[in-house]
């Protein structure tokens, strides 16, 4: 941006110009000649090591030759010209494209490092330096040939595991670029070796800063970089990225933990564990990489192409300008649902409402949505998102330099200088003084070469090469080679194929050039591309050509021809002779390998047998017990209904006999008390007449006379016993029926009562009840009115369930204060039926007229409204248990429970006091409150609120609320029978029976022991696993830790069904110990101690939890408990 800014002065400053691009121009140069000179020393020792072996052709002694030949790639080829023996491997450089069994290494590979010259380092506690770990290693400090290195270890010696180190040493090995970290090499034990160690191993640049997460997010300990670094951070890894895509590799797994900084902070991309080799076009399916960073068509195992490892750049760009992880820790499914979701997809609401993401430039967060669409085709490649950098960075020139450019990038690029050094008017000589010798050629220039001839470009390279200035003498040789010179087509493919002169390797254009020498019929550059074919540089392996070639060459007369024709034909000889013997070792495998199978499958069978036979056994045993049993059972339930038959038949009588002596006594004093009143009647005098000619008479009289309201007084005399007259309700009914047919209402309402709950003798004819409410209802009698609504509410009586109708007749009542009716018009408007809205506030309102009248139902309702704060009314507690007080005080066992509970907690301004919480629990469980009895039995098991501790008082509380279907009583009840306790005999079967009925209500705890039961196979159940996991997860999804802390450890192991998945355990111990369960503490500092389940490893995490399970449990057991895990 600022040489966009201050062009303008650029131009008019000439001067500044020449000296900025002559700096440059030494600077390339100077690069360019010491990397060549490097280069040059290592392959020129080479060549003459290869050249002394051949003139040597009499040699036989294998260990001093093969010193001679060192570790060079035609080892092999010269050693078979010998005659000794060599096993030939495909060459690493296409490892990453072999699905064979091929493990390799044997020790003639490029990269082999000796384990003897590797040391890792170790701390003060004289234990070895992890850097990290991940899927496919354990990564070490430590030094090579006294520099310091990063040990990536295998940590297995399986076919896989070598197989992937083939992978990751293939891919690696071919790469050199700034922004990829470079391999020292690699270590694999042979087979027929006696080294000690017997891990392989990959050496690595080491990058002292670490993984690039410890460094972007908010929550590092370590902190946030300032934004400019993190800018050229991620310059770097685009311009890494844009070079493996160039090299047609697919990383696959690209996220911050796989990008390292070295001292300053340079990026490099590591961890090729998962990447793979995919022509332009082409498409994987395996499913890699990890979640947060998946592509979705990799999430969903479509195909897909180099556009996944975009999709995890842009999720490492969205963090990056958030300072936060984009998904969390969600898992892979939540991931995938909420990217198919498209209400939700990708959360950029998150960076809309983030300061820190409001501070970074908009194009960053336009380059990330690019990078994260949906559809694969439609992100930009790496190669456009760096011109992005580029145009908003002003970073062209850092792109320009890095190592990824192509061989005509870097040929522009040498050209530019040569014309710099032109425009500064300095001399060739003064530029090489910086890069190489001041001497050189003539011609200083490649850009004047265009009229030289042929040969005079040769000349000039190889002086150029000479004086040390390497990009000249590329170029030179480009255009010799141009020009159709076979010397220089030879040298230019040389330099390709061997990256010298400071350019990068590019193997196919190498292979090319040396072609078109070899086919002008030079013998070296035949040679040169048999070898090529030989060993798979810049084209595909074959032998076949590989020999034509070298038959040419040797036809010509070539004697090094002769040689490598013959080396072929000895590695073809030994590869065939080996695939033989390999085919014969493979079939005794097979056959072996069958033979054992069949062994296996016998046994199987055997065994399947005998456990067919244990398993018919052990259910015929437990058939015949269970018969026995039901026999057992149906006897004493058959005993337990006689004597409840007669004992019935006894009470019947005993009714009957009470029911007959107190109608003779009542018939007797009826009969006396008529003959009083006779009696009365024929001697008292006439009564005086009232102002208005009313004639005064007493009750009875007023009834013997016809006098309604007097007959339903005395009916309702009768019926309660009251006024010294005896409890009769055949006679209360008679008066009754005589004043409801004179239009009584009382009467009449009192009538339906006694026909509606079979009273007086009457039939229970609800149909009937329903007439006589009706009449009173009509008369406005509020008892009648709220009576029939309650008939209409409930669909009784023949009449249809119809609530508006009900509420017609309650709202009648009401407005006569009739505090029933009052009730269920508020309950009514509090749920919204019968025609009304739901109005809260109306409903308080009729709750509080009936409470005042002393209705307890209102009461509590009102108390509840109270208590969460519903209904418009205040959320308070004292009002909430005053109302819960009175309803209490009127039997309310509901309000006797709460209150009870206000006491237990010390709510509603009540101190916390146990006995009284258990004087109104026991009122509350008298009435049948099965919850008050499920407390009760808990104060009576452990000595509570002034109880003496009487396990069985306890027994019989649970066994009442559990017969009302108390779910937790029930599950109380169970664990007494399992440890026979409150004078129960133990009985698993039973326990399971009352677990299995308190579970299926949903009961966390009976669940957890249901599941216990199964995984032991206790109580009559057989050991199932399966249905142990089953309850396990239903108590561990509604919070119950025992049953969280056993599903981890089911998953940890792989039982019960589940997959052996230490990330899932983690998850649910992490849930139980949070809850403060003491092993799911215990198994989760285990777990951070040895880095297992996704976590990392961190011993003061697991001390953190160890310290936690500790304060719960008994130190020293715990101790021993712990100490292996450590």
């Not at 990063?150 to 940590?155: L, T």
């Not at 972007?216 to 990225?241: E, K």
């Not at 199932?1024 to 089953?1030: G, Q």
């Amino acid at each position: 941006m600022r040489a966009k800014n201050y062009q303008a002065e650029f131009q008019t400053c000439s001067d500044t110009l020449d000296k900025l691009e002559a700096q440059l121009s030494r600077i390339v140069l100077f690069k360019l000649a010491d990397s060549h000179k490097r280069g040059t020393h290592v392959q020129e020792h080479r060549h003459q090591q290869i050249l002394l072996a051949l003139e040597k052709d009499k040699v036989k002694d294998r260990p001093k030759l093969e010193e001679q030949l060192g570790s060079g790639s035609e080892k092999s080829a010269v050693l078979q010209m010998h005659s000794l023996r060599v096993d030939i491997h495909k060459p690493y450089t296409d490892a990453s494209n072999s699905s064979g069994l091929s493990t390799g290494p044997t020790k003639t590979e490029p990269w082999y490092v000796d384990v003897a010259h590797v040391r890792k380092e170790r701390d003060e506690l004289d234990e070895y330096v992890m850097l990290g770990s991940g899927g496919f290693g354990i990564v070490y400090k430590g030094t090579c040939f006294g520099s310091t290195v990063a040990i990536k270890e295998v940590p297995t010696e399986t076919m896989d595991a070598l197989i992937q180190l083939k992978n990751e040493l293939g891919a690696m090995w071919r790469l050199s670029h700034t922004n990829i970290i470079q391999t020292r090499g690699g270590f694999y034990p042979l087979e027929s070796g006696t080294q000690r160690h017997r891990k392989p191993f990959i050496l690595l640049e080491y990058a002292a800063n670490g993984s690039l997460d410890k460094h972007m997010f908010r929550s590092s300990m370590q902190g946030v970089l300032p934004r400019a670094q993190l800018l050229d951070i991620f310059v770097g890894i685009v311009n890494g990225l844009k070079y493996l895509h160039s090299a047609k590799l697919i990383h696959r797994d690209i996220k911050p933990q796989n990008i390292l900084l070295t001292e300053e902070y340079t990026a490099k991309i590591s961890d090729f564990g998962l990447a793979t080799v995919k022509n332009t076009g082409s498409y994987a399916k395996s499913k890699a990489g990890t979640d947060a960073y998946m592509a979705p068509e990799v999430m969903r195992g479509d195909k897909y192409d180099r556009t996944c490892d975009v999709w995890s750049f842009g999720v490492m760009l969205y963090e990056m300008v958030l300072g936060e992880p984009m998904f969390g820790r969600a898992t892979q499914v939540e991931i995938d649902m909420a990217l198919r979701d498209p209400t939700k997809g990708v959360p950029w609401h998150r960076l809309k409402k983030s300061t820190y993401a409001n501070a970074w430039p908009t194009w960053l967060v336009d380059t990330a949505k690019a990078c994260l669409r949906m559809n694969a085709r439609e992100r930009p490649s790496m190669a456009k998102i760096s011109v992005a950098f580029c145009k908003e960075q002003a970073c062209v020139s850092a792109i320009a330099s890095s190592s990824d450019a192509s061989t005509v990038e870097v040929g522009a690029l040498g050209a530019r200088v040569s014309h710099v050094t032109v425009a500064s008017g300095r001399s060739g000589a003064a530029v090489s003084s910086t890069g190489g010798s001041s001497a050189g050629p003539s011609v200083s220039q490649p850009a004047q070469a265009q009229t030289l001839s042929a040969d005079d470009k040769l000349r000039y390279a190889e002086e150029w090469e000479k004086a040390g200035n390497m990009t000249h003498a590329y170029e030179y040789f480009k255009l010799a080679a141009e020009s159709g010179a076979a010397e220089g087509q030879f040298r230019l493919g040389k330099i390709l194929l061997d990256g010298s002169h400071g350019r990068s390797q590019h193997l196919e254009h190498g292979a090319g050039w040396v072609r078109a020498a070899a086919e002008k019929g030079r013998t070296d550059a035949m040679i040169e591309y048999g070898r090529c074919h030989h060993s798979g540089r810049g084209v595909p392996q074959n032998w076949s050509l590989a020999k034509e070639w070298y038959a040419k060459a040797a036809k010509l007369g070539s004697p090094a021809g002769s040689e490598w024709f013959k080396a072929v034909e000895t590695e073809e000889q030994a590869a065939l002779r080996r695939q033989q013997n390999e085919a014969e070792k493979r079939r005794l495998e097979e056959d072996k390998k069958k033979a054992e199978r069949d062994r296996q499958a016998l046994e199987h069978a055997a065994a399947v047998r005998r456990a067919a036979a244990e398993e018919h056994e052990r259910l015929e045993k437990e058939a015949r017990d269970l018969a026995a049993r039901r026999e057992a059972e149906a006897a004493a339930a058959r005993k337990r209904e006689e004597e409840a038959a007669a004992a019935a038949a006894e009470q019947a009588r005993r009714e009957k006999e009470a029911r007959e002596l107190a109608a003779q006594r009542a018939a007797a004093v009826e009969q006396a008390r008529r003959e009083k009143e006779a009696r009365e009647l024929r001697i008292a005098p006439p009564p005086p007449r009232s102002r208005r000619g009313a004639t005064r008479r007493t009750g009875s009289d007023a009834a013997q006379l016809g006098d309604a309201h007097s007959q339903g007084r005395l009916g309702y005399f009768y019926h309660e016993g009251l006024g010294g007259l005896p409890q009769d309700t055949r006679t209360a009914v008679e008066w009754l029926l005589k004043a409801a047919e004179q239009g009584d209402a009382a009467a009449q309402n009192s009538l339906g009562y006694c026909y509606e709950y079979d009273l007086g003798g009457l039939p229970q004819e609800k149909r009937i009840a329903v007439e006589w409410y009706r009449k009173a209802a009509e008369q406005g009698l509020a008892k009648g009115q709220y009576n029939l609504g309650r008939c209409y509410h409930d669909g009784e009586g023949g009449l249809p369930q119809d609530k508006r109708a009900a509420v017609e007749w309650w709202r009648k009542a009401a407005d006569q204060g009739f505090a029933g009716a009052q009730f269920g018009l508020g309950v009514h408007y509090e749920i919204g039926e019968g025609g009304l809205p739901q109005d809260r506030r109306a409903a308080v309102e009729w709750y509080r007229k009936a409470a005042d009248q002393g209705f307890a139902d209102a009461q509590f309702n009102l108390g509840r409204c109270y208590a969460k704060g519903e209904c418009g009314l205040p959320q308070d507690d004292r009002a909430a248990v005053n109302w819960w007080r009175k309803a209490a005080e009127q039997g309310d066992a509901t309000a006797q429970f709460n209150l009870g509970c206000c006491y237990e907690f010390g709510l509603g301004g009540l101190p916390q006091d146990k006995r009284a919480a258990v004087e109104w629990w026991r009122k509350a469980a008298e009435h049948g409150d099965a919850r008050a009895q499920k407390n009760l039995g808990t104060c009576y098991k452990n000595g509570e609120g002034g109880l003496p501790q009487d396990k069985r008082a306890a027994v019989e509380w649970y066994r009442k609320a559990a017969e009302q279907g108390d779910a937790a009583a029930q599950n109380n009840l169970g664990t007494c029978y399992k440890n026979g306790e409150g004078g129960l005999q133990q009985d698993k079967r039973a326990a399971v029976e009352w677990y299995r009925k308190a579970a299926e209500q949903g009961e966390a705890a009976a669940q957890f022991n249901l599941g216990t039961c199964y995984k032991n196979g206790e109580g009559g159940l057989p050991q199932d696993k399966r249905a142990a996991v089953e309850w396990y997860r239903k108590a561990a999804e509604q919070g119950e830790a025992a049953a969280q802390n056993n599903l981890g450890t089911c998953y940890e192991n792989g039982e019960g069904g589940l997959p052996q998945d230490d990330r899932a355990a983690v998850e649910w111990y992490r849930k139980a110990a949070e809850q403060g369960d003491a092993a799911a503490q215990l198994k989760l500092g285990i777990c951070y101690a040895k880095g297992m389940g996704g976590l990392r490893q961190d011993k003061r995490a697991a001390a953190e939890w160890y310290r936690k399970a500790a304060e719960q449990a008994n130190v020293n057991g715990l101790d021993d408990w712990i100490r292996p895990g450590l």
